[in-house]
């Protein structure tokens, strides 16, 4: 384990390096002009994404479920000198995205960029409890996806292509150390990219629920640890390589690329404040994948800067 500590504190050291590093303008497709939303951004990393992009000259749009602390939030931003607009967003309210939507579209026309961090687990340390898990799963996978369909059509058409980025976690890994889904057939399905559909991921989660509720979960071949969480995040990132499939069949000029990454264990209230990597260094690969200049990339998966497998 020590090997892999003083790894990954290396691999955060060169990454605050490279953030001081300022991009030319040949890589700068972004203005003043160009709005980028996060959602569940008023602490933690979602914050911290917020600050960076706007510290890159964005506008940013701060999204929170509770409009009192994320009208805070913004305003801690905006006394900094941050372009930092604010409105509530409960991704579980088809009525409050659909007002979201409306404020987008009636302030500022379009949205360039959209990162997606709003989300929940109940578990923290060795807990794990799933008592929690249908409001996991439609937090983190369909109140996701909801804002996403929302959002796409509000997406703006130009050549360096929209960016849709969504906040999820190694523990959604297929074949992950500490979180295996040893569930073969569902393994098999969701490694399939070429086949794999939105039906295949919602069946999924279904399956899982429908354990939980029947109290048969344990012997599903689940993730052991943190489990609804990792179902949830396991979901997400299949829904992202089918988004990235879907997407790339628009035309040039109409381009959408939709990636995922993975923050680390990040101090924030979601770990307990457990974490061993800074809000800062949590943030930093989903604000680089947001800004990448040559951004063909899409359906992939990141942590620390570098791609990693499903």
């Known amino acids: 384990m020590v090997g892999s500590k003083e790894k990954r504190d290396k691999r955060l050291q060169q990454i605050s390096l490279l953030r001081t590093i300022p991009y030319s303008d040949h890589q700068r ?27 890159h000259g964005l506008t940013v749009i701060l999204t929170s479920r509770d409009e009192n602390v994320g009208v805070e939030a913004a305003k801690v931003l905006q006394e900094g000198g941050f372009n930092v607009d604010f409105h509530r967003l409960d991704i579980l309210d088809s009525s409050s995205i659909q007002d979201f939507c409306q404020w987008i579209k009636d302030k500022y026309g379009f949205v360039d960029v959209l990162i997606n961090n709003a989300g929940v687990n109940y578990n923290v340390g060795t807990h794990n409890s799933v008592e929690n898990s249908h409001m996991v799963i439609s937090t983190n996978y369909n109140g996701t996806k909801n804002i996403i369909k929302a959002m796409i059509p509000l997406m703006r058409q130009a050549s360096p292509g929209a960016r849709i980025v969504n906040v999820t976690s190694r523990l959604g890994r297929l074949k992950g150390r500490h979180s295996k889904l040893e569930n073969e057939a569902v393994r098999a399905k969701l490694m399939d990219v070429d086949s794999l559909t939105e039906d295949i991921v919602d069946e999924t989660v279904s ?25 949830s995040k396991m979901a997400v990132n299949a829904y992202t390589r089918v988004l990235a499939k879907e997407l790339s069949e628009r035309p040039e000029g109409e381009k959408i690329y939709a990636n995922c ?8 209230a979601m770990t307990g404040y ?14 680089w994948l947001a800004l990448l200049p040559d951004q063909a990339i899409t359906g992939k998966f990141f942590a620390e800067r570098r791609e990693i497998s499903f």
Request: charged share 20%; with cysteine; hydrophobic share 40%.
């Open 261 to 268: 990454f993975c923050p680390g264990w990040v101090k924030t």
């Open 29 to 55: 497709w972004w203005t003043s002009e160009t709005v980028a939303v996060v959602t569940g951004a008023n602490r933690g990393i979602g914050f911290e994404m917020v600050k960076q992009l706007a510290g």
């Open 207 to 231: 399956e899982f629920l429908k354990q939980v509720e029947e109290g048969t979960w344990e012997s599903g071949g689940w993730p052991h640890s943190f489990t609804d969480y990792s179902v």
């Open 274 to 287: 457990a974490g061993n990597i800074s809000a800062e260094d949590g943030a930093d690969t989903g604000v």
